[in-house]
Each structure stands twice: as C-alpha cells, then as structure tokens.
T-cell receptor, first 113, second 112 residues
Framework: GQQVMQIPQYQHVQEGEDFTTYCNSS?????IQWYKQRPGGHPVFLIQ?????EVKKQKRLTFQFGEAKKNSSLHITATQTTDVGTYFC?????????????FGKGTHLIIQP | DSGVTQTPKHLITATGQRVTLRCSPR?????VYWYQQSLDQGLQFLIQ???????AKGNILERFSAQQFPDLHSELNLSSLELGDSALYFC???????????FGQGTRLTVV
C-alpha cells in the first residue's frame, strides 16, 4: 500500500513562531488528508487535498499539495498554545473497495510560551 | 464530540487473556474502521467493515478479529494478548462514499 514519510517528528517553537510539517511519498497520491490529535485526544479531521498544486487555508493554517502530488505540507502562522498536538498526514487508498487510511508518523508540535 | 462511541475507555488485562472492544459509529455511517496507536508504530489501520461486511484489512494480527452487526456497531476481539498489544485502539466511522473519518475517543488497553 501507499506510504507517507512525515517530518519532522518533533518541532519545538516559541509561541508566535511559525510551524511547518511535511509529508512525502515515493508514489503519486490520489489525495491526502490532514488530522490533528491533541494530547490525550483522538485524531480530528482537518482537511483533504485532491488536486495537483492545491492550496487551502483555514485561518492560520495553510495546506498545500505538491504539483506532482507526491508531497504535502501544513503551515501554521503565528502559533498559539491551542495549536499544541500531533499533526498527521494520511492517505486514503481505494482499491477493490478498500478505504483504509495510511497515516504518517506525525509531527509533535510543542509550544514554549 | 465526534458522535463515535467507544467502550470501555480503559482496559487492563493479563497476558494470554481475551478482550472485546466496542464501537458505535455515527448515526447513518455505514463504514467502521479500527486503528491501533502505539508509540513505536504510530497509527496503524487494522480493518474496515462496511454495512456488516469486511471490506479491507490492514496490519491486523491473526489473534485479532472484528465484526460489524446489523445495527452497525462493531466489536474488535483481541485474543492471546501479549505485552506488545498494549496500545490505544481507535474506532472511526465515515458515511458511504465519504472521505472524512470521525474518530472515537479510543480504548486504552494495558496488558500486564
């Protein structure tokens, strides 16, 4: 199945600094999703990207899908303490009726006040 | 609140035992997925059911099995438990043809 590599594993930032996490695949992806998991919580869907070169924004969050559909990024501008958590990219593979998600290892965002 | 309910929230059991985790999907969602989250392996897809039938298998061990009942709730059965099975087990559901997966709060399994 498709696999995605996510970097960095951990990111420490000062509150107010920007944050970026990257997902890369060796194969072309049909789509990519992003999830956020707060400490002690469950993954929560943020967004899905489907089109080559797609850019979507949600307030301070900017999501990009690469032109070749092999990489994606999530950028947070001016981080706040509420942004703390682990950000996962995930690929939904479909084939023969299979719809499971393959998750990256996640990037743990740690914010220092 | 995602609308997906998992019970129990915590479970402590001994090696060699068998446990059952339960999941009630969001109202109307036909697809149920099970995931295992551990520190070393991250979030791993185990299995998917759609309207009562198994639809996809991921990294699920032979000691593990699942089923989805006519009322669409699902159970994940874990048997011959080992210390390494200690993890968070998440259930997620999605609507037919949907892309977004809604996760439950998870069941934290500790095998001692």
């Amino acid at each position: 199945g498709q696999q995605v590599m996510q970097i960095p594993q951990y990111q420490h930032v000062q509150e107010g600094e920007d944050f970026t996490t990257y997902c890369n695949s060796s194969t072309t992806l049909s789509n990519i999703q992003w999830y956020k998991q707060r400490p002690g919580g469950h993954p929560v869907f943020l967004i899905q990207l489907v089109k080559s070169g797609e850019v979507k924004k949600q307030k301070r969050l900017t999501f990009q899908f690469g032109e070749a559909k092999k990489n994606s990024s999530l950028h947070i501008t001016a981080t706040q303490t509420t942004d703390v958590g682990t950000y996962f990219c995930a690929v939904m593979y479909s084939g023969g009726g299979a719809d499971g998600l393959t998750f990256g290892k996640g990037t743990h965002l740690i914010i220092q006040p | 609140d995602s609308g997906v309910t998992q019970t129990p929230k915590h479970l402590i059991t001994a090696t060699g035992q068998r446990v059952t985790l339960r999941c009630s999907p969001r109202s109307g969602d036909l697809s149920v997925y099970w995931y295992q989250q551990s520190l070393d392996q991250g979030l791993q897809f185990l299995i998917q059911y759609y309207n009562g039938e198994e639809r996809a298998k991921g990294n699920i061990l032979e000691r593990f099995s699942a089923q989805q009942f006519p009322d669409l709730h699902s159970e994940l059965n874990l048997s011959s438990l080992e210390l390494g099975d200690s993890a968070l087990y998440f259930c997620a559901s999605s609507e037919a043809g949907g892309t977004e997966a809604f996760f439950g709060q998870g069941t934290r399994l500790t095998v001692v």
